[in-house]
């Protein structure tokens, strides 16, 4: 059965009052910039924490932002982990960049050791420039890096930049909203990448270039027949529900995406 997640970053604008006028990274910033300081740290977390059950998630995906491998200390992780048991909140994976440097990224492999989650889903440049250190640093840890098509308009695209060491410690994290904005077919995409997933990013996008997301089933991912695919495949891995506006709180839509989602994971493959 597939475990559904929470993507944190759906929170991306939070700390902007849902003012993100200048981008994504300002939202990252700001959440960098609000919780990094150890002294607030737990109530922070804690309160981010709180409002995740209540829209009916039990497991979640800690974007990178909120707990990041540059200035995590021991003493953030046991916050973390005491938070995430308080809230009684499984965590699947830590999503973003995971350095460029083989020293960034044995960082971050020892932050999501740490906090347990066992998949990092999102990029790396170390991949490219050293990937034998990659190889190594995931099996050390016990990790899967599953990573994600952004600039990667093709699954063949993404696929050579995983390279081929038979999907051990090396997948995909696929983002249907990306290929939407691509102009891919993500179900094809899906079907295309097939035993090489390691992690599912559930999004929704408005039609355009500009990467803007929605609620399920107002874009034009077709997400029921990306979840389809994912069973006609046997994918029996994570789904994380992402869903990030730049202006306005998405827990309501989340939890709307959210029953969509079980729906069609309860329906019958062949119907």
């Known amino acids: 059965m597939n475990t559904i997640s929470f993507m944190s970053a759906n929170y991306v604008a939070r700390q902007t009052g849902y003012q993100m006028t200048q981008g994504w990274m300002q939202g990252d910033r700001a959440a960098n910039d609000y919780f990094r300081p150890l002294a607030t740290f737990a109530a922070r977390f804690d309160e981010m924490l709180a409002t995740i059950r209540p829209m009916g998630f039990e497991v979640m995906d800690i974007w990178l932002a909120h707990l990041h491998w540059s200035w995590a200390t021991a003493e953030h992780i046991a916050i973390a982990r005491a938070m995430l048991a308080k809230h009684r909140l ?9 350095g460029s440097t083989p020293a960034e990224f044995e960082s971050a492999c020892k932050l999501a050791a740490a906090v347990g989650a066992k998949v990092l889903g999102g990029s790396t440049a170390v991949l490219q420039s050293d990937r034998a250190f990659v190889v190594a640093a995931l099996k050390t840890y016990g990790l899967i890096l599953g990573l994600e098509n952004h600039p990667e308009k093709t699954p063949d695209e993404l696929l050579a930049k995983m390279g081929d060491d038979g ?10 909203g990306w290929f939407g904005t691509h102009g891919y077919d993500a179900a094809w995409a899906i079907e295309q990448l ?7 990013h559930l999004k929704d996008v408005v039609p355009g270039p500009q990467h803007v997301t929605c609620r399920f089933g107002e874009g034009c991912v077709p997400l029921e027949a990306c979840v389809q695919a994912l069973k006609r495949i046997g994918y029996s891995g994570g789904i994380s529900v992402e869903h990030e506006p730049e202006h ?3 827990r ?5 995406s959210l029953r969509l989602l079980q729906g069609w994971l309860s329906a019958d493959v062949s119907a």
Do not use: K, M, Q
């Not at 499984?90 to 995971?98: E, I, K, Q």
């Not at 999907?167 to 994290?173: P, R």
């Not at 309501?252 to 709307?256: F, I, T």
């Open 252 to 256: 309501e839509d989340l939890r709307a």
């Open 167 to 176: 999907g051990e410690v090396i997948g995909a994290t696929v983002d249907t």
């Open 248 to 250: 306005a709180d998405p």
């Open 194 to 200: 097939g035993e090489r997933i390691a992690h599912v």
């Open 90 to 98: 499984r965590l699947t994976s830590l999503a973003g960049n995971f």
